[in-house]
């Protein structure tokens, strides 16, 4: 963008408060930027830019949205690539290349509320491969991150520490085979919280570890999809006082230990569907969840291989239950059970009405 100059002659640059570059095929970031410092919004998606270097935002200080989504070459971010830009609230990041997120990338950004870092492009690319462990630090306003990469591995305890207003964490398509306990530790106000594992590359996880999930007062909603996990054993969700939906599906859970949803007494909704091989329930595997509401256990019409009775102890101290779908799954319901049940399509929803 050799003609995007400032200069005396052409000062009313100065005064521009949203510029969109997209769809230019620019491959840097020009200089003359830093000159606009009535910047407010900046679009730089859908082009060829390879690197964000470092202080290329510098002498911004009312921008607060940059886009740079959908640049398909960008795989490097140097350090201090987004600094001091005190009104900073919006970065997307989405479908890009980017490769390694360094400490000190995100550097004295004070309102930053929202970033998006997907490296799923359209060609279905995904390069992320680290994430060091000050990546996100000293971020206080940051309230969501969505983090979307089939080649992360590893994530280091602590990595989203010291976020204390963030809301939402999504950790989309992971390739971890671990989750240390404390890497969700310091979130005083997440809410939302979404995990989706990469069983398609071969980099699954196959365990919950004891207090991977404890201790996140505010967590209202918790997603974990498409892992290798076989099992939930006792008290893995323990110290949600909060959570209201808890979502497993699609993962390869063939065991629901006793007490294996304990001390959740504000959930109202347990997704356990798309699991094939779940042939037997616990009599306890829902135990003392006095405000569960729905219930899902079902699976893939192509995947249904037996059925297996209900005991009706297994849903005794769940006074809320309403809904409970069983489509395709390998259950049934005994006799003294079916006059709550509706049947939809070959679904199973049977509604207890007290």
Same mark, same amino acid.
């Given at each position: ?80 690539? #987004? *600094?001091? !830009?005190? +009104? =900073?609230?919006? %970065?997307?990041?989405?479908? &890009?290349?980017? @490769? $390694? /997120? ?110 991977? #999930? *404890?201790? !996140?007062? +505010? =967590?209202?909603? %918790?997603?974990?999809?498409? &892992?290798?996990? @076989? $099992? /939930? ?119 207890? %009405?007290?």
């Amino acid at each position: 963008m050799e003609h995007l100059k400032i200069t005396k002659s052409n000062p009313w640059y100065k005064k521009i408060k949203s510029l969109d570059l997209s769809n230019t095929e620019m491959e840097e970031i020009p200089e003359s930027l830093k000159q606009m410092h009535s910047l407010i919004k900046l679009d730089l998606s859908f082009s060829n830019i390879t690197e964000i270097k470092s202080g290329i935002f510098v002498n911004l200080p009312k921008l607060k949205e940059i886009n740079l989504s959908w640049n398909e070459s960008l795989t490097t971010l140097h350090l201090k690539a #987004f *600094s001091n !830009l005190p +009104k =900073l609230e919006i %970065l997307d990041l989405s479908s &890009t290349l980017i @490769t $390694e /997120i360094k400490d000190e990338v995100f550097l004295n950004l004070p309102n930053l509320k929202e970033i998006c870092i997907d490296t799923s492009t359209q060609c279905w690319r995904s390069e992320l491969i680290k994430i060091h462990p000050k990546a996100f630090s000293n971020l206080p306003s940051l309230k969501k991150l969505t983090l979307r990469g089939f080649g992360l591995t590893e994530i280091s305890p602590g990595t989203f520490s010291n976020l204390p207003k963030l809301e939402t964490l999504v950790l989309w398509g992971f390739g971890i085979t671990v989750i240390p306990p404390g890497t969700f530790s310091n979130l005083p106000k997440l809410k939302n919280l979404c995990l989706s594992g990469d069983r398609a590359h071969g980099r699954e996880l196959t365990e919950i570890l004891p207090g991977t #999930f *404890s201790n !996140l007062p +505010k =967590l209202e909603t %918790l997603v974990f999809y498409n &892992t290798n996990i @076989t $099992e /939930i054993k006792e008290e893995t969700f323990v110290n949600l006082p909060k959570l209201q939906k808890l979502v497993l599906h699609w993962n390869q859970i063939t065991e629901i230990h006793p007490k294996a949803f304990y001390d959740l007494p504000e959930l109202k909704e347990l997704d356990l569907s798309g699991h094939y091989n779940l042939n037997t329930l616990h009599p306890k595997a829902f135990s003392d969840l006095p405000k569960l509401e729905k219930l899902d256990l079902s699976s893939p019409d192509f995947y249904r291989s037996e059925e297996n009775e209900i005991k009706p102890e297994t849903f005794e101290n769940l006074p809320k239950l309403r809904q409970i779908n069983l489509k395709n799954s390998n259950f049934v319901l005994k006799d003294d059970l079916k006059k709550y049940e509706i049947r939809i399509r070959n679904s199973y929803f049977f509604s207890l %009405l007290y």
